[in-house]
């Protein structure tokens, strides 16, 4: 009798455990469902991109600001070092450029002028990363001016904080003394473009981007304090619209808020008024001897300057980030 009382007895335990067992695990699964659904609810969806997109149309249009936007964008994704392999030291598109000290590097002067011109944009949607951001509002900066639509893709992991910052010096100076010894601009801008992973065709397509925007003494050192081209009454928009925001500065194009293959057209030209900026590392581009016959091409030949600057632009976007999920999204 005492036997089958203790059996009685164990049988019961046995059963309790395992209803233990089975509560334990269908918690623990419960639990790791819940944090995957949070994972997944924290990344962005492509229809939350569609809508930031829209936003940034909105307000570059409406501002004029696509020349900011985009230096905003190159300045980040700028600092990428492809040698070196670990993230974020590497550097690159990954939002760092929003925090002290890289936002007060001397070559991103002005540049938090950007920063909160996209803060209104990211509190509407938080979802969407600081890098990204960035990247899209440089893209979006382009299409709206009449460039060619880059092939974007979205989901990059945002840098935390200020000790994700990249060193100073690692952008492109516009004229010698050059920070890294180099002897002559087109050496320089090769170094430069070089450590970040792009060649001589990549190189000068990039550099067709100064069909858009100003230099200005306070932040580049180089520019006018205003010209016919930047007094205000100058209509800089491709589409004929007035206003451009901020006045003065030195353009390089005469329509300096449209985006077009006219740098290639202005820079070489010894005729070109004097008014119109002109960089020693833009004339770079006619005197190397590899980087020439690109030039003269992009001249020549605006469909073929945008096909390899919308090639050229994403790969820049792309410099260092790291994408949740891994390929990224497209929308």
Not at 25 to 49: C, G, I, P
Not at 254 to 275: C, G, I, M, R
Not at 296 to 324: I, M, P, R, T, V
Request: glycine share 10%; charged share 25%; net charge negative.
């Amino acid at each position: 009798f005492t036997t089958m009382i203790a059996l009685r007895i164990l049988a019961l335990a046995l059963v309790l455990l395992c209803a233990s067992a089975f509560v334990t695990n269908k918690v623990n699964v419960l639990s790791n469902a819940r944090f995957s659904q949070v994972n997944r609810l924290s990344m962005v969806t492509a229809d939350e991109l569609k809508e930031c997109k829209e936003s940034l149309k909105d307000m570059i249009d409406r501002t004029n600001s696509n020349p900011i936007m985009i230096r905003l964008a190159w300045h980040d994704s700028g600092t990428h070092d492809a040698s070196i392999k670990e993230w974020p030291q590497c550097g690159g598109a990954i939002g760092s450029i929003r925090f002290d000290p890289e936002i007060t590097h001397g070559a991103n002067a002005g540049l938090t002028t950007a920063l909160k011109l996209l803060e209104p944009i990211k509190a509407k949607h938080p979802s969407v990363g600081w890098a990204d951001l960035m990247q899209m509002a440089s893209a979006v900066s382009v299409e709206l001016a009449g460039g060619p639509t880059i092939p974007m893709k979205y989901g990059r992991v945002d840098a935390q904080g200020p000790e994700d910052c990249s060193p100073e010096g690692n952008l492109p100076g516009a004229a010698a003394p050059f920070d890294d010894g180099c002897a002559t601009p087109q050496e320089h801008i090769r170094k430069v473009f070089g450590r970040m992973g792009f060649n001589d065709q990549e190189i000068v397509a990039l550099s067709g981007a100064h069909t858009l925007g100003r230099a200005f003494k306070d932040r580049s050192g180089f520019g006018a304090e205003k010209t016919k081209y930047t007094s205000g009454d100058h209509v800089a928009r491709g589409d004929g619209k007035p206003g451009y925001g901020r006045q003065g500065g030195s353009s390089w194009t005469d329509k300096w808020l449209k985006f077009d293959n006219s740098y290639f057209q202005t820079v070489p030209d010894a005729d070109a008024d004097p008014e119109l900026l002109k960089l020693e590392t833009d004339s770079a581009l006619f005197i190397d001897e590899a980087m020439l016959p690109v030039a003269q091409k992009y001249k020549n030949d605006e469909a073929a300057f945008f096909a390899d600057y919308a090639a050229a632009h994403a790969k820049l976007s792309e410099l260092g980030s790291k994408f949740d999920p891994e390929g990224g999204i497209t929308i």
